[in-house]
C-alpha cells in the first residue's frame, strides 16, 4: 500500500483551483495531492464540481486561480493536448469513445503518442485486462453495451501509457458485476503495474473500499479527506453518501 | 419499419389506392400554377398566359401512380424481405467477396483507362467528343472536387459550404499566371494548388472554433467573399467578362494542341486535325488527378493524420484529451482538401480556355456537398457512384431529345436538373441514410484480417 510519503513530491498537486462557466463558480478553491502509486478517490453529489475538477487538470477548462503541478510542471495554463502528452490519460464523463471506430481502432487513438510503438503488445494486455474488448474488437465502439464501453474508454487511456489516469464515473449506470469487474481491473492495474489513478465516484461505496486515500467534494469545495477506510466508518459520509446507497 | 405488410393483405390494395390518389391530388395543388400554367410576355411586354392541361396530367398521373406502386407493391417487396431476413438471423456475415467486388477498384481502373480508344473506335474521333468531354471528364473533374472535398467533410467531420472557393482560386491561378508569366500548366498546377491549399489555411484559422450550422455559415460566406472579388477586382480578373484564351495543357511540353503550333499533337503523328486528341488527353490527366487524390487520401487515412480527422469528425474532446493537436489537425484538412479543389480548378481552365466567376456558384459547392453525402461521407466509391449518377445523369438529361416529342418542344430537359437531383437526393436518403456506401471501411487490424470484421459493425442494428 503507498502512503503519502511528506517527503515525496505529489505526482499531482492541485492548490486552490477556482474555475468558473461564465461567471459561475463551479470550483472554489480546491486542493487536492495524488502520489505516486495511489489509488485517490474524489466522492461527492451530484453538481458539486466532480467533473469539473477533473476538467480542470485536464486543461478545459482552465482554472482561473489556483495553480495545478504535474510531475513538478505547472500545467494550470496548458492546452489539453499538451498536457495529454505528459500522460495524463482520461476516461472522461460519458466514456466518449469513437462510435464509428471500431474498438481496435479506438485503442490505436489511444496509442497515438508513442506512434503506436507499443501498439501490438499494449493491446494483448487489454485483452488479457478486458477479454470482453477482444471478443469485440472489430465492432463498432457505438454498437457496444454501456459496460464495454467503459472498458473501452478506460483501455483507450491506459494505451497512452498514462503516469496518472483520471476516471470519471466508470460505475454510471452499469450493472454491479460490470462495476466490480471494472473496478477489480483498476486495482490489479495499480497492484502490479504501479499505476497512480485518480478516480470520480458518485458510488462511494465501492469507490472507497478500493481507494488507499479519498476527498469528499460539496459545492465546489473539498470539505473531508482521508483514508478510505477512514471515510468509510466517518459517520457523516455515512449519512450522506453510503446509507440507503448500494453496499 | 411501423407497418409490417403481410403479402396479400385485403386491405391493401384499397389503401394503396387511397395514398395513390391522395398523391395525385397533392400533385395537382402543388403544380396546377407552376406547371399547369405557363406565363409569357408578348411583343408588347404583356403579361399572356395559356394552360398546359397534358403536361400537368402527367405529373399527376406520375405522383399519383408512382404513388400507388410503391405503397401496393415495392414497400410490401422490401419489409418481406426485412422480414425474411430478419427470420433468418443471420446478420449479413460477410462471405468472401465475390472476383468482382475484390477487384473493384482495379477493374475500374481498367475500364475507365480503356475508355477513351474504346469510345473512339466505336463513335470515330469525332463522335467520341461528347463521350469523352461530357461523360469522362466532366464527371471525373466532379469525383475529383468530391473526393477533396471528401477530406474535409467526410472524414475531419468539417461542414464546409464554400469548398467552390478553392476550386476558383486554382482555376484563377492558372488563368492568371499563364498569362503572366507564360509559364506551363505542369508547373502551374502544384502551384495553384499550393495557392489553394493557403486559402484554405486563411479560411481554417477564424473558423477554427466553428462547429456544426456555425462553420457552414462561415464557410458559405468565403465562398461568396471569394466570388464577389473576383467578380469586383476588374483590374487582374477582368471582373464578370471573365478570362478568355487560357493556354491549353500540353504533354509535358513535348507535343502541344495548339493548332498553329510545329509540335501540334496532330501534325507530329500525321493524324487527321481533331479537337478529340486534346479531350483524350485530358480524361488521362484528370484520371490521373483523381487517382492520386485517392491514392493520397487513402495513404492519410492510415497514417496518424488521417485518424485523427477521423477522430475529431467523432469526438473532438476526446481529441485533445488523447493528446491530438486539434488545431493542426483541422488546419490540414482544410488544406489539403483545399489543394485538391485548387489542382481540380487549374485543370478546368486549363480545359475550358475560360474561367469566369459563374462557374463558381455556390450551387457548385452545394452539388459537391450533395455528391458527398449522397456516397456515404467519406467512401471513395459510393462517392464515386453518386458522381456518377448525379453529373452523368444531368449530362443524360441533355441527350433526352425525345421528351421533347412527349412535352411539346419549348421543353427543355436540362431545367429539370435540380428538380432530379433534389428527387434523387430524397429517395437516397430514404433508402440509403447513410448514402451508397455507408460503412465505414476499418483501417486497424490485427494479424490476420477476420471474417466477423463488417458484419457487426453495420450500425443500427440494435
Ligand atoms: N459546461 C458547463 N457550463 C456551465 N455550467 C456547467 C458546465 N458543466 C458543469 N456546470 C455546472 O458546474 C457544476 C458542477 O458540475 P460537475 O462538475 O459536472 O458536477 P459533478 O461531476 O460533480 O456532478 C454544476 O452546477 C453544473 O451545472
Ligand atoms: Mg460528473
Redesign the pocket.
Known sequence: MANPNAAAQPLLKVSGVETF??N?R?LAGVDIEVYNGEIVSLI??????????MMTICGSPQARNGSVVFDGTDITKMPTHLIARRRIAQSP?GRRIFPRMTVLENLQMGAGLDKLKYFNEDVEKMFTLFPRLKERQAQRGGTLSGGEQQMLSIARALMARPKLLLL?EPSLGLAPLIVKQIFEAIKVLNEKEGLTVFL?EQNAFAALKLSHRAYV?VN?KVTMSGSGKELLANPEVRAAYLEGGRH | MTEQNFPATPGLMAKALKEGIFAGVLALGMFLLYVGIKTDQNINNELIWYPRWGLLAIFVLVAGIGRFLIVGFVAPHINQRRLAKAKAGIPEVSEDKGFFRKHFLKIALVALVLYPPVVMSIYGTQGSLKFVDNFGIQILIYVMLAWGLNVVVGLAGLLDLGYVAFYAVGAYSYALLSDLFGLSFWVLLPIAGILAAFWGIILGFPVLRLRGDYLAIVTLAFGEIIRLVLINWTDVTHGTAGISGVAKASIFGIWSFDVGASNNFAKSFGLPMSSAYYKIFLFYVILALCMLTAYVTLRLRRMPIGRAWEALREDEIACRSLGINTVMTKLTAFAIGAMFGGFAGSFFAARQGFVSPESFVFLESAVILAIVVLGGMGSLTGIAIAAIAMVGGTELLREMEFLKLIFGPDFTPELYRMLLFGLAMIAVMLFKPRGFVGSREPTAFLKERKAVSGSFTKEGHG
Open positions: 462557466y461564465g459561475i463551479a461527492g453529489a451530484n453538481g458539486a464540481g466532480k467533473s469539473t475538477l464523463e470519471d470520480v467534494m465546489g
